[in-house]
Structures are given as C-alpha cells and as structure tokens.
C-alpha cells in the first residue's frame, strides 16, 4: 500500500509477472521477492443483486493499483488518525476488489493463504484503509499467500428489501454474500498466485472480526475456510438483527425516499440512498429504542445467527480459532477527555480521584484486582482497561470449547506504545505487530521491543494459517482456553501465559457496552466527526 | 506522509516538541533527525471571503495529523495512480493548513525555507495528495526547512463574484490569496521551526508552477519569497483569463443554482455549488467558444496578468529562478493508445508506422531532429517527446534574460524508468528526484542510477534555495538560460549540460496545444474519468 525505501527495482513488464485466472490473465509486480496483484477484480454486482462471476476478458489485465473502495455512509477524520493511520482512496458500488501479496506464482507452492476482511463495522473501511493492513511484510516473513478485499458494506450491503419483492430476497446479507464470493474466488483461483485452496484461514478486526463471527455461521461459506481469526470483534452479549426489525429499517428507509416504484431505488445516487439510510435509521432508533444498524439479518437461510447467542454451527465447529483483543480498545485519553499531558505524569491524588469519579463505588474493587491482574502495571491505567471486549473473546473461546469445537486460542495484546509518554494499546493496535509493520507505524514502533514482539505475534499467525495452532518456539507454551485453564497469552514487552489472570478485575469493571457514547465520544483535533469504527 | 522504516521511536509527548507560534503553542513530531509539523493552520476564511489570521488558543494544539484538504469538483481513480501514487484525504473547506518538515526548532538557525505549492491545475490537489512531495528526505538532504500547504481550488477559490458587491471583490482570486496568507504566516513564525523568512523559496508542479507564477505577479506576495521555480507549470503562448470572462462564468453558475439572493451562495452545501459550476462552465465553454476554467483572474491590482503574454513585474524581476520540465509529460502509452506491450519491444516497421500515423508530413523532419538531439534514444520514443511544455519553460527562461531579469536556470528531466520495460517521464516525474524519494516510489526507482540522480537534482534545488544558484560540484557547470547559449541541464542517468540541443525539434514536432484531448485522453484502469491534473 504504501512505499517502501527500496532497495531494488520493482518489475512489472508487459509479459511479468503475469497471472492466469479462470476469467483471464492479471499482471502484477516483482517487489523485493514478493509479488502484488493490487486491485484484482473477484465478482460483480449491479446494485442489489448478488455478486456474480466476473466477465472473462482478452489479452492481460493491470493489477497494479487498488480497486476502488465501497462507499462510506460517512468519512470525517478519524479521532484516531495518529495512531491508527489511514488511507483513503476513491470510492464506488463497483467495489468487488481484492489484492494479493505472494512469494510464489507456481501452482504447486501450496503456500497457506491469510485472508484479511477490513474492520469499520459493517459501514465503513475497506482492505487498504489503515497502513496496518499493508501484506508485505506478513507474506514475506511467513512465505504465505496474503489476500484483502473490498466488499459492499453499509445501506448497500445490508439494506432489508426482502419485502419489496423475490429478487430482493438476500439483500439484507449482501456485504456477507460478497465475502463468500471472494472466498470461492480465493478457492478457484489463488494456487495461480502459489496458495493452497484447501488452508485459508480467514482473519478480520473489529467489525471484520464480526464478519469472520458471520462467516461461521454462512451456509454458503462453509467449505470455503479452514481456520478463523477474530481481533477486537466481538461484544458481550452478542447481538443478533432478525428480519422484521431489518425489514422495519428497509421500509424506513424507502418512506425516507419517497419512491413509489421500488426500481427506482437501484438507481438513485448513493450519497441520496445513504442520506435516506442514515436519517431513517436514526428515527427507527430514537423511536422504538431498537438497536438499528448495518449488520448481517439472521434469516435462517442465508445466515443462521450469533455463535454468541446459539450453539455454534455443526459445520464449522472443526475450525480452529485464534480469539483476542487488545486492553484499552476505546478507553483512551483522546482529546484529553480525563485530563491534559501524558497519563503517566498525572499525580497519584489526581489518578485517584478519576478512577474514583469513572468507577464510582466499584472503584476500590476496580484497583485492587488491577494490582492483581497486573502487578507492575500503573494504577492509571485502571482508567484504560477494557471490560467488554476482553469479557467477550475470553467467553467465546471458552463457549468453543464447551461445546467441543475445534480450539481456540485466546490472547490480549499489552504493550504500551511511546505516544504522549506512554499510550496504553487502542483498538487497532495489534495489527501493526500481527502484521509485521510495527517499524512501519509511528506510534506503534518501540526499538528493542517490536522486533521481537512482532516476530512473536506475526510467528503465531503464521504458525496457525500453516498448522491450526498458534505455538512457536518463539512463544510460551500456549494452551488453547477453555473455562477451567482461563489460558491467555498476554503479548507484551515480556509475552507470557497467564491464567485467569484479570478474571476479578473483569467482574469489578462495571460493563460499558460497547463504550462509544456520550462524552468519551471521541473528535478528531479538526472537528470531524467520529468514526463508525466497529 | 507516508510510513518508513523505522530504526527510532518517533516522539511526540505532551511537551516535545513545541513550537509557539503568534497564535499558541503547537506539538509535532520528532522523527529520525527530523522535526514535523502536520495540519499547522495558518489561516481561517468564510467561503467566498478573504483569508483572517488565526484566532489565537490556549494551551498546545497537536500538529500531529494531516489538515483537511480542499474539496475536489470530482476526484477519480487517476490514470496515473502507479506511477505518481495519489494519497487521497478528508476534503473541507477550511483546508488553510500547511506542513513543516525541519531539522531545527530553534529560532537562530535560520535555515532556507522550501515552500511546496502542489499541483492539479487550480481545480484538483493538496499539499499530500502525491506520495513524492513528503518534505521529510529533502529537509534532512538539505537541512532545509520545507513547508507544503492546503489552499481554496476551483470554484471556492476562484469563482469571480466581483459583480456581486464589494465584500466578493476578490473572490476571483481567492486561492491565491490564501497562497499569500500561507507566505505571511510563513513570514512571521517560521523563524521558530528554524527557517530564515528572509530566504523563502517557492515551488510548484503542473498547476503549482502555475501558481508560483502567479505569485510572481501578485503584489500582495511581494516580499514574502525570494526565490522561485516552475516544474512542468506554463503552457506555450501563456493563458490569461479577463473579468469579462470570469465575471460571465460567475453570473453563470449563479443562473444555473437558481438562487435569488446572492447570500444563499454562501451556504449552499459544496457539491451543489460544484455541480452547478461544472454544469455552467461546460456550457459556457461550447456556447462561447472561451476557455472557461479555474485559475487567477487579471484585475490588474490583486492580480497583475500573466507574465508570458506581458512584461514581468519590476518588483519581481530580482527573482532567481529555475524552470524547467520532463521529456514525456502527457505523452504516454496509457491505456495502450498506441499499441500493446513495451514500447522498447515493438517492431522498427511498427514504429515508423506509428511516428507517421501521429506526425504525418513532419514524420521525417521529428525523426531526423531526434537522432540529433538524442543520438542515443530509441526512434520510439519521438513519440513520447512533448513540444508544448518544452518550449514554454525554454522561452520563459529566455524572456526573463531579455527583460534583465534575475538569472532563471532552465533544465529538461529525460531518465527512462523501469515501469512497462521502459517508460518516458511523466508529467510529475521529477518529483520524486527534487524531493530525493526516489527509492520510495515503485515506479521510479533505478538501483545504481537514483542515487546519484536525486542526489543531483535535489542538491540543485537546495543550492537554489540556499544561494539563488543551482550549481553545485555534483553537476556540470550550469549556465542561467538565454536564448543566445540555450543552456539547458538534462537530469538523466548521466546528466549534462545542453546547448540548443532540441531546437530544431521543437520546431519539427507540431504543436498540440495542452494536449489532454480527443482520444488520446487517458482514463484509469477502473473506468474512472481522467483527473484535471494540470
């Protein structure tokens, strides 16, 4: 995605390197040993309609730039533009693009294939959105194939018209069903691109984590997948839409329009479908107190519903897992919403009396089990310890193996990040170390640290995508969780295995949800709105 | 602007490092060496008023994110995406932010001040939208403090409303006021991130050497830069748009928004002023014949009128300059217009062929100058030698020597790069040269061959910078231009000085105007309309 201080010419030549795929040839680029395929198209969708096979085509197709991005319902800067750096890019519904990052074009490298699914819930994002997402690094370390890719999302991926009429009948799932065709494309054709058809493993944070969750339970997904990473993408309790409020929004939404032939919502402009969609939504919100959103619809046809909420799929319960989440996520001091300068230089008296204020009477408990959970942590960083996600990765490993699935691995990312003195890990902070570009990001980059820690992460990825399990020489031994173990590998400065290490401090947190709202509500330093980032 | 490798933690604490500026404190980052400053504003404006000095804060505004850019009236997939990679941003308008990149944050260092005005005509652009212009290798190369900086474009930054009433007199020249408030700002506070506001440099690309040479003749600017250059930014025969025209193209999209009191303008959400301003100029374009566009208008007192069709400005003419541009430009085989395949493997007979399809009856005299001025180039690429701007640049240097002007240095940039076994250079090319980035862009980079080359060309322009000469012992001895010595300095794998090296091809290649037009015009990859990129 990004440039690189190169050190040799990157080649892409008329006849090199080219690609063979069932719709026609595809050149690339030779790049320090790795090969890239930006851009290639996986399926196409007239608005609405399900994702079709792409049109064969003549001669040679460039991929060498990124395809276009879904459009986003909203896109201020982000609060987070720091720290989590993004790349914006031109948007459009023809948005049915992925891109590969590949050590081999032999078909008989059989290397194991990562797919990435972007995160920004199921509104916004797209594969080359943050820097982080870059599959160089992670292709070369591991010799795996790296895939991302696009798909449409928000009031054109998940817009209920199921009532509108029999070729309607799946839009409430669209974005999933564009996933699952990226996944076919992936099995029909990456052994071109020196991938093994048979070891995907699908991986995806924050809202792609809930995707990688969707997929689980995705009839026409099975098959298509060998192994699941969810990152920072689940909440507890879990959340399921049934058809009759989706198709309470799909019919707001049409009101909103004022369309009285339902062609016409087809064709109208994007940013009037995605005014109608925001404005609708936020109506059918304020006035039956449903949670309305984008999302995958549990019609029980296409998608079965929640793993959080149902016992998990008899199909893919033989897919192993790798579950965790980062420990602040969203409990940040951004825009100095606790107090000005770095955390770590706030007087004790001043850090108590915050813990005290946000923690209210649970907050004796609240330190107590901190200093238990983490001994030679800071006491402010009571005040930036997740609850709900830490809660809902550990409860969902454990789920698995109640009901003798696969395992599932469990861990939590803890590494405190240089920025403003001291930054505990935000959502998204993982990635740069899951994907070997720590040295490549400002505020995740600490010398003497990252090296080993992303070689130790970036390993347990890769080890899983080869074998189904995480373990390396380079780590502890790591057992996959179950309720009795509480096993969590904690990746830090020092990785190591903990066991029911912060179980009291996740009862003494009093739960947040999903921690976006009022005042903690983060701006950007322009004013920009915040992000819809999960 | 973008990742590198890091080998140090980049630090920004809540105290380091800081800067006051007239307005507040603000905090960047110190980064391998050098200091950043990112989304600095220098400037606030209503639409449609003049630029105000920012109003003063408390405390330390961070300067770690990139500011809003302009809005763009239409902003695709560029047909250039690879080999001049765009990043793309959150557009607003209050865009008046600039960016610092220093070695210093002491006030006595008084190091020369490198000021970037980004291209893509008046319409398009932003002060981070091409890869090559991050000023972080440059500042280090030189020990130079560089700034690039966001402005008003098209139709907010242009759209004369002058026969509205007195408030909007200078609303036909708004972008370069906010070009002239950048300098100011630089002028009073640039003394503290190290720079000397008595040796500020401005430069500009495409539609940035465009507005370096409006600057030129804009006496509010007068005093605020010392030193000028012009990358691939004037067109033969020179361009000057009257009020009559751009007061009718006001009335225009005036008639075409359908408003009744000319306040509603003011408010009136971007994308329906910039439709209604698409709509109007394209229609007042075929109704009138005029070229309707973007871009300064001669009020003969904010504005003085362009240099190439008048005098130059006494006030001016104490400005060094150097002012040149690349062998290709637009000239290229996007989209494979001219045929499939390396242009350095077609047939000999294919080539001809080609030369005397697009040449016709000056085939044989553009093949003849060729040999002679480029004994060494392949007779292919007469198809890839641009006239237009050549010529421009050529006779602006010698223009400025006729009228005693400070010496003005012209140069040709001519190094085949590697994309497609042998492309031209583009329009931007050098670029990634001058800002000594050439091992980070893809498409640019020739081991044993960049190195030397950006060492060259960016020691040329900090040598102007720093003394007002580009001579330094890196380069042949080079000669300020006239049209008696011809000189000119072509950057290339072994550059040279030239004298009237490509006179009589200039004269043999029919001129084709700006040469974006007819079927030639180059469109992306993904069907996306071609950028207004000069």
Same mark, same amino acid.
């Given at each position: 995605?990004?440039?690189?201080k190169l050190?040799?010419?990157v080649i892409?030549?008329?006849?090199?390197p080219?690609v063979?795929?069932?719709?026609?040839?595809v050149?690339?680029l030779?790049?320090?040993?790795t090969?890239l395929f930006r851009? =290639?198209?996986?399926?196409?969708?007239?608005?609405?309609q399900m &994702?079709?096979?792409v049109e064969?085509w003549?001669?040679?197709?460039? *991929?060498?730039?990124?395809?276009?991005?879904?459009p986003?319902?909203? %896109? @201020?800067i !982000?609060h987070?533009?720091?720290?989590?750096?993004?790349?914006?890019?031109i948007q459009?519904?023809e948005?049915?693009y992925?891109?590969?990052? %590949?050590?081999?074009?032999e078909?008989d490298?059989?290397?194991p294939v990562?797919?990435?699914?972007?995160?920004?819930?199921?509104?916004t994002?797209?594969?080359?959105e943050?820097?982080?997402?870059?599959?160089h690094?992670?292709? !070369?370390?591991?010799? #795996?194939?790296? =895939?991302?890719? $696009?798909?449409?999302l928000n009031c054109?991926?998940?817009? +209920?018209l199921?009532?509108?009429g029999?070729?309607y009948k799946y839009?409430?799932?669209?974005?999933?069903a564009?996933?699952v065709?990226?996944?076919?494309w992936?099995h +029909?054709?990456?052994?071109?691109f020196?991938?093994?058809p +048979?070891n =995907?493993?699908?991986?995806?944070q924050?809202?792609?984590?809930?995707k990688?969750?969707a997929l689980?339970? %995705?009839?026409?997904a099975?098959?298509?997948?060998?192994k699941?990473?969810?990152?920072?993408g689940?909440?507890?309790g879990g959340?399921?839409?049934?058809?009759?409020q989706s198709q !309470?929004?799909?019919?707001?939404v049409?009101?909103?329009?004022?369309?009285?032939?339902?062609?016409e919502?087809?064709?109208i &402009?994007y940013y009037?479908?995605?005014?109608?969609?925001?404005?609708a939504s936020?109506?059918l919100?304020?006035t039956?107190g449903?949670? #309305?959103?984008?999302?995958p619809?549990r019609?029980d046809?296409?998608?079965?519903?929640?793993?959080m909420?149902? @016992?998990? /799929?008899?199909?893919?319960?033989?897919?192993?897992?790798?579950?965790?989440?980062?420990?602040?996520?969203f409990?940040?001091?951004y825009?100095n919403?606790y107090?000005?300068?770095?955390k $770590?230089?706030?007087?004790?008296?001043q850090v108590?009396?915050?813990?005290?204020?946000?923690?209210?009477d649970?907050?004796?408990?609240?330190?107590?089990?901190q200093k238990?959970?983490?001994?030679k942590?800071?006491?402010?960083? /009571?005040?930036?310890?997740?609850q709900?996600m830490?809660?809902?990765h550990?409860d969902?490993?454990?789920?698995?193996?109640?009901?003798?699935?696969?395992?599932?691995?469990?861990?939590?990312? $803890?590494?405190e990040?240089?920025?403003?003195?001291?930054?505990?890990p935000w959502h998204?902070?993982e990635?740069?170390?899951?994907?070997?570009?720590a040295?490549y990001l400002?505020?995740?980059?600490i010398?003497?640290?990252?090296e080993?820690?992303?070689?130790?992460?970036?390993?347990?990825? #890769?080890?899983f !995508?080869y074998t189904g399990? @995480?373990?390396?020489?380079g780590? @502890? =031994?790591?057992?996959?969780a179950?309720?009795?173990n509480?096993a969590?590998?904690?990746? +830090? *400065?020092e %990785?190591?295995l903990? /066991?029911?290490h912060d179980?009291?401090?996740m009862e003494?947190i009093p739960?947040?949800g999903?921690n976006?709202?009022g005042a903690?509500?983060?701006?950007?330093?322009?004013?920009?709105g915040?992000?819809?980032?999960?």
């Open positions: 995605m990004y440039p690189r050190t040799r010419s892409s030549n008329p006849d090199y080219v063979e795929t069932r719709a026609g040839k050149r690339g030779w790049e320090e040993g090969f851009g =290639v198209q996986y399926a196409q969708a007239k608005r609405f &994702p079709q096979p064969p003549e001669g040679t197709r460039e *991929a060498i730039i990124y395809g276009p991005v879904c986003e319902i909203h %896109t @201020p !982000a987070d533009q720091y720290n989590v750096p993004h790349y914006h890019y459009d519904e948005c049915h992925l891109n590969i990052w %590949t050590q081999h074009i078909s490298a059989k290397r990562m797919v990435w699914i972007h995160g920004g819930g199921f509104a994002g797209s594969s080359i943050l820097y982080a997402y870059d599959g690094e992670l292709s !070369a370390f591991g010799d #795996v194939v790296v =895939v991302s890719l $696009n798909h449409r054109i991926g998940y817009l +209920d199921s009532a509108y029999e070729e839009t409430a799932n669209l974005g999933t564009d996933l065709a990226a996944l076919q992936i +029909d054709n990456i052994a071109g020196g991938g093994d +048979d =995907v493993t699908i991986m995806g924050s809202g792609g984590g809930g990688v969750h689980l339970h %995705t009839p026409s099975f098959g298509l997948f060998h699941a990473v969810i990152q920072s689940l909440s507890t959340r399921e839409t049934r058809p009759e !309470a929004l799909g019919a707001a049409v009101a909103e329009l004022g369309i009285t032939d339902i062609k919502i087809e064709t &402009p009037k479908l995605a005014r109608a969609a925001q404005k936020a109506e919100s304020a039956t449903m949670r #309305v959103g984008w999302g619809v019609d046809e296409f998608y079965l519903g929640s793993g909420l149902n @016992p998990f /799929c008899e199909q893919t319960k033989n897919i192993p897992m790798l579950v965790g989440s980062v420990l602040g996520e409990d940040q001091n825009n919403v107090a000005e300068g770095s $770590n230089d706030w007087p004790e008296e108590e009396a915050l813990i005290r204020k946000i923690y209210g649970a907050a004796d408990a609240v330190m107590a089990a238990k959970a983490y001994p942590a800071k006491l402010v960083d /009571c005040l930036f310890t997740n709900g830490r809660v809902a550990r969902f490993c454990n789920k698995r193996a109640a009901e003798g699935c696969a395992p599932a691995w469990n861990w939590l990312f $803890n590494l990040c240089p920025l403003n003195s001291g930054t505990i998204n902070a990635e740069a170390y899951m994907f070997h570009n040295n400002e505020a995740s980059y010398p003497g640290v990252s080993q820690l992303q070689d130790q992460m970036t390993g347990a990825w #890769v080890a !995508a399990d @995480p373990n390396h020489p780590l @502890p =031994v790591w057992p996959a179950n309720a009795e509480g969590c590998m904690i990746f +830090d *400065a %990785t190591r903990e /066991c029911h179980d009291e401090l003494a739960p947040k999903m976006f709202g903690r509500r983060p701006t950007s330093t322009f004013g920009g915040p992000r819809q980032s999960i």
